[in-house]
């Protein structure tokens, strides 16, 4: 075991990524993004391998159905690495190295998978479970005359009424615009 967490550690600051080391056999690395801008993964050393672990985004607010049915076909295309939700329904990306296949290369190709699935689908992700709340902030954002530039990739979501044209909402926004709360759309605040 002590033979991995050190090929493990070289192999990380060989590579120059930013990581830390709660215990002797973890390590966090922190995989910048584009979309999703930073991806923290966890790697655990056990006795017979490496678990590999990362946070994608959290339990969907609504379309459960297109999200997991988007997941499980995405989970076909994955290296090293698969989708998955845990108790609480928040969408993970885990998967296992056998401590025989662990080599700095296997660890670039395992992370690079991590990062590609995590920032490459987080924006399809949140559209697809989050589209109201993410209709919800734009309206907010307009009404109080705040920065939607976080939320440009999702522009073609929002109602023509809805955008800071000035022309009003549908609904009546800039002065009916929902209240907003604080972490309504994940990653966005």
């Known amino acids: 075991m002590n033979e991995t967490v050190t090929l493990i550690d070289a192999a990380l600051a060989?590579?120059?990524l930013d990581y830390s080391r709660p215990d002797e056999h973890q390590f966090v690395v922190e995989l910048p993004g584009e979309r999703k801008l930073k991806t923290s993964c966890l790697l655990s050393v056990g006795n017979h391998g490496v678990r590999v672990e990362a946070f994608v985004c959290r339990n969907?607010?609504?379309?459960f159905e297109g999200v997991y049915r988007y997941l499980l076909r995405r989970n076909r295309r994955?290296?090293?690495?698969?989708y998955t939700i845990d108790r609480a329904g928040d969408i993970y990306l885990v998967g296992r190295i056998s401590t025989h296949a662990v080599t700095g290369d296997e660890l670039d190709?395992?992370?690079?998978?991590?990062?590609?699935?995590?920032?490459?689908?987080f924006n399809l992700l949140l559209e697809l479970g989050f589209a109201g709340s993410i209709r919800r902030e734009w309206a907010w954002r307009v009404s109080r005359g705040e920065s939607l530039a976080n939320l440009?990739?999702?522009e073609h979501l929002i109602d023509e009424g809805a955008r800071p044209d000035g022309a009003p909402a549908a609904d009546g926004a800039p002065d009916g615009a929902p209240d907003r709360v604080p972490g309504a759309v994940p990653g966005l605040d």
Do not use: I, K, S, T
Request: aromatic share 8%; no cysteine; proline share 4%.
């Open 14 to 16: 060989e590579r120059g």
């Open 60 to 63: 969907p607010d609504e379309n």
């Open 78 to 82: 994955l290296y090293g690495v698969h």
């Open 109 to 121: 190709r395992v992370l690079g998978q991590v990062l590609e699935a995590a920032d490459g689908d």
């Open 152 to 154: 440009e990739a999702f």
